[in-house]
Antibody
């Protein structure tokens, strides 16, 4: 059974940093696409970042240069390091992944609130 | 970046009716790289359709997807009470994944 569980969200000040974690079970993060997708309050889905086999990493323009996606194959974990956070980064962050480039499996999300 | 535009924004229907949702892409996606998701309040999205027309595991056959190029459709036949939700299309042709803004299917 596939399970993704996010953690690390919380209330943070503008300009600060935060690291989100996603514990994955049921598939290996080292050879599948795994991603972060966010949803601002009352808004739609926004793809944030993805990582694939090797060191292929992809970022939305809105977070490029501020966010870094990574994984720990030994722990089967996915991470999102977020720096220089802005008010517009406030959202529920979902970890998602699967056997292809679409998102078969999703976590329940973790809320990040960036406040002044 | 491929922009996906969904219409209508809101669809008001009764149980038993058929919902037809549209997703239009700003450039060709080809039929292999378009997915649909369902999201209910407070829940994570759920994959319904991938490759424009293939149902994901466990998805009832009242959900069907069609289309190619720039125009795609999600059809929900015989709406059940649990189908009232928000639906998003997504393209995964490029490594800048994008979603449509969503269509809400609400009870009339």
């Amino acid at each position: 059974d596939v399970q993704l569980v996010e953690s690390g969200g919380g209330l943070i000040q503008i300009g600060e940093s935060l690291r989100l974690s996603c514990a994955v079970s049921g598939f290996n993060v080292n050879n599948k696409y795994t991603s972060w997708v966010r949803q601002a309050p009352g808004k739609g889905l926004e793809w944030v970042s993805s990582i694939y086999s090797g060191d292929s990493r992809y970022y939305a323009d809105s977070v490029k240069g501020r966010f870094t996606i990574s994984r720990d194959n030994s722990k089967n974990m996915l991470y999102l390091q977020m720096t220089n956070l802005r008010a517009e980064d406030t959202a529920v962050y979902f970890c998602a992944g699967g056997h292809s480039r679409f998102f078969s499996f999703w976590g329940r999300g973790t809320l990040v609130t960036v406040s002044s | 970046e491929i922009v996906l535009t969904q219409s209508p924004g809101t669809l008001s229907l009764s149980p038993g009716e058929t919902a037809t949702l549209s997703c239009r892409a700003s450039q060709s996606v080809s039929s292999s790289y378009l997915a649909w998701y369902q999201q209910k309040p407070g829940q994570a999205p759920r994959l319904l359709i991938y490759g424009a027309s293939s149902r994901a595991t466990g998805i009832p056959d009242r959900f069907s997807g069609s289309g190619s190029g720039t125009d795609f459709t999600l059809t929900i036949s015989r709406l059940e009470p649990e189908d009232f939700a928000v639906y998003f299309c997504q393209q995964y042709l490029t490594s800048l994944w994008t979603f449509g803004q969503g269509t809400t299917v609400e009870t009339k």
